[in-house]
């Protein structure tokens, strides 16, 4: 009884208990343990975030390269085309020289005479050898000194190599400057005007100007009667005024390794050249060394794609398949076909040979095509800046995402966090410590929710803690009550059938009731055995039957008092079953 008492009411055992508990809530906390929210939430929200940004930029960076090689090579188409207009302008502006000199009445006249008198004197019919030796000093049919300073003025203020006119037959009749020959009706150049009113002669070296120039000659035909074959007229421009326009036009495009080449399709002779910043035109040396930029590969295809013009009716698919076949050893990118006036062409083909692209335009009204090239690499690189500036957009975009994700994410788990600390101090045994409410309205309702738990925990355990000092209080009154009726009639075992139990009003009041009755029974039992052992014993000596009936009797009463004594052992199993549910409910109390 003493050492139940002692485990029930020495708390002792208590720290063993608690570290348990805590040894517990420990190994619970670690089994909950992971990343922060705010590592979560920066783990989730950046990549998300980061990937459509990423992607946009990466869309953005392929689409705008795309577009930069795009444009490149429009610059490319743009620069072939400029070329050849600034080459036809060219070449218009020369032929209206030519017409506007044409106009004048007395080179008609003049040219009327010298037919009159050719036929006259039969001068067609003779050996060219004979006339070149005839008329060798002068060089003219007739001199006519008017017409000459005439010619010679028209090609100092238009700048002119020179210019001269011709017959019918192909006899000079007036010049600016002497020529090298009388006789011109052998030469392709007037053949050609003869045949087809103009003619654009390939750029060549003239001595009598000493410079390179452009030959281009137009027949001469009264106003009113243009089929009517008169002569020639022939005048040579200076190749570098076909460079100066190429620069006004082209300089400020070109740049880089581009380069833009005016090209003759019948020598393929590179009469004009403009590379960035800078300008070349053919001399007397380099008249025909200098190439086409690409070699012969790019120089044939440039021809055959002259041969080209004047298919109008035809696709441009046939064209292109046709090209393709002639030259393999180019790459034919795409060909396209632009009017450039009511009765005029420009073919235009875009191509890959070696390491270069090219862009080839023909030239309207003369036999020469305009080519762009750019070198591939520097295509390729196009966009390089853009693309530099949208990386470095996307990083700086994606860091600002990055920092204002990591402080959005703090701002949204400092709450959380400061919940998890009370939580955590509340698991601990703080059970005074109190939630900060802030953040948003979601965490502070979980913050004043997690209050009232620990309001109505810490009421539950006050109210715990009172109905164990309530049980504790009547635990001990028990055992003392107990304690107090084992002692009253502990005398009762060893015989003393006097002893009482004093009486309560509590359970134990009934049970020393009971024991009291108990007692009292035994008692009287034992007075009337003691009584009938005295008749027994007066009777034997009288009447022997009757002791033999009284030791029956006695027999009897002993029995009676063996049962007593049975009931007295199995009231006092009932006094310890009742000690022993004592405590049990004590044990169940703590």
């Known amino acids: 009884m003493t050492a139940q008492q002692y485990s029930l009411n020495d708390p002792s055992q208590a720290p063993e208990t608690e570290k348990s508990r805590r040894q517990e809530l420990g190994l619970q906390r670690a089994s909950v343990e992971g990343r922060p929210l705010s590592r979560q939430l920066l783990q989730t ?75 006259e004197r039969k001068l067609s019919d003779q050996p060219i050898e004979s006339l070149e030796r005839q008329f060798g000093a002068t060089k003219l049919l007739k001199p006519n000194q008017a017409l000459n300073k005439y010619l010679a003025d028209v090609a100092l203020v238009e700048g002119l190599g020179e210019i001269f006119i011709t017959e019918r037959s192909g006899l000079n009749v007036a010049y600016s400057s002497p020529t090298s020959d009388f006789v011109q009706r052998d030469e392709t150049w007037w053949q050609e005007a003869k045949n087809s009113i103009r003619y654009v002669d390939p750029v060549e070296f003239d001595e009598s100007s000493n410079t390179v120039g452009l030959p281009i000659a137009e027949t001469i035909h009264p106003a009113d009667n243009p089929d009517l074959f008169l002569g020639v007229m022939k005048a040579v421009f200076p190749i570098s005024t076909l460079n100066e326009r190429l620069e006004v036009y082209l300089t400020t495009a070109v740049s880089g390794s581009q380069k833009v080449q005016v090209v003759d399709t019948r020598n393929l002779i590179a009469f004009s050249t403009i590379t960035a910043g800078s300008s070349t035109t053919v001399d007397k040396e380099t008249l025909n060394t200098t190439v086409v930029d690409g070699g012969e590969p790019v120089g044939q295809f440039a021809k055959a794609l002259y041969g080209q013009l004047g298919r109008g009716e035809e696709g441009l698919d046939v064209v292109k398949q046709e090209l393709a076949a002639q030259q393999p050893q180019v790459d034919l990118i795409e060909l396209e076909r632009i009017q450039a ?66 402080l959005f994410a703090r701002q949204l788990s400092a709450p959380l966090q400061t919940l998890t600390t009370t939580s955590q101090k509340a698991s601990s045994g703080d059970l005074d410590t109190r939630a900060i409410l802030a953040g948003t309205r979601e965490t502070k309702i979980l913050g004043q929710s997690f209050n009232d738990l620990l309001d109505q925990i810490q009421s539950l355990i006050r ?77 034997l000596l009288s009447n022997e039957q009757q002791i033999r009936t009284l030791a029956e009797q006695s027999i009897e009463e002993v029995s009676s008092l063996n049962d007593a004594m049975d009931a007295v052992q199995e009231m006092d199993e009932s006094i310890q079953m009742v000690a022993n549910n004592a405590n049990q409910a004590s044990a169940l109390t703590n």
Do not use: C, H
């Open 463 to 539: 109210q715990q803690k009172e109905l164990t000092e309530e049980q504790r209080q009547e635990r001990e009154a028990l055992e003392d009550d107990i304690t107090q009726l084992m002692e009253e009639v502990g005398d009762a075992a060893d015989g003393d059938l006097s002893v009482r139990a004093k009486l309560s009003s509590n359970d134990v009041g009934i049970v020393a009731d009971l024991i009291n009755a108990i007692v009292e029974n035994l008692r009287g039992i034992a007075v009337n055995v003691k009584q009938s052992t005295g008749d027994v014993s007066q009777s």
């Open 341 to 406: 006036g009511s009765d005029q062409e420009i073919l235009i083909a875009l191509l890959k040979a070696g390491n270069r692209e090219y862009s080839v335009a023909t030239v309207p009204n003369a036999p020469w095509v305009a080519i762009s090239s750019v070198d591939i690499a520097e295509i390729d690189s196009a966009g390089r800046n853009l693309f530099i500036i949208f990386a470095v957009t996307a990083l700086i975009l994606g860091t600002v995402v990055a920092i204002v994700l990591q």
């Open 45 to 119: 929200l950046l990549p998300i975030t980061l990937l459509p940004l990423a992607v946009a930029s990466g869309l953005g960076i392929l689409v705008t390269r795309q577009s930069e090689q795009d444009a490149a090579l429009l610059l490319l188409k743009e620069e072939s085309v400029l070329a050849s207009e600034a080459a036809n302008v060219f070449v218009e502006d020369n032929f209206r020289i030519i017409e506007g000199v044409l106009i004048n009445p007395t080179i008609l006249d003049t040219v009327r005479q010298a037919d009159k008198e050719v036929t």
